[in-house]
């Protein structure tokens, strides 16, 4: 398949509700774009500390992760930022694993969004079974 990568802008959530309640001014909402990597086989998004940081985000205690390799770890889970992603001006509120050196979106995020990787032109696109509508899949009965 290759690596897939995707523009996006990750904002403080807590700003953003600031702003709205008229407690700040726009221009202190902390937010960054940034190119993030795509990965089918991870769940939670992913943002390296210096990014937390930079967003003013606040950790909201430790969960175990386990990767690929089966290893096992507990890490710091962080507080809610908006996640949306520029080519198809979709967003979700994530909570997101503060690890590693890069932002990586995981299933969850394309699954909120109506999200599927496009294999061919390697890129995140609109899910094409739903004809350009937002469609979000529950697990349960009427």
Known sequence: ???????????????????????????????IEIDALVDTGAVMTVIPEYFFKKLGLVKKGKELVEYANGEREEVPVGGTVEVMSLSSDRSADMRCVVLGNEVILGQLFLEETDLVVDCRSKKI???????????????QTK
């Open 1 to 31: 398949m290759g690596e897939v990568r995707e523009k996006i802008k990750l904002t403080n959530l807590k700003d953003k509700f600031l702003f709205e309640e008229n407690l700040i001014t726009e221009d202190k909402i902390r937010s």
């Open 125 to 139: 696109i609109p899910n094409p079974d739903h004809k350009g509508q937002l469609v979000i899949n529950i697990k």
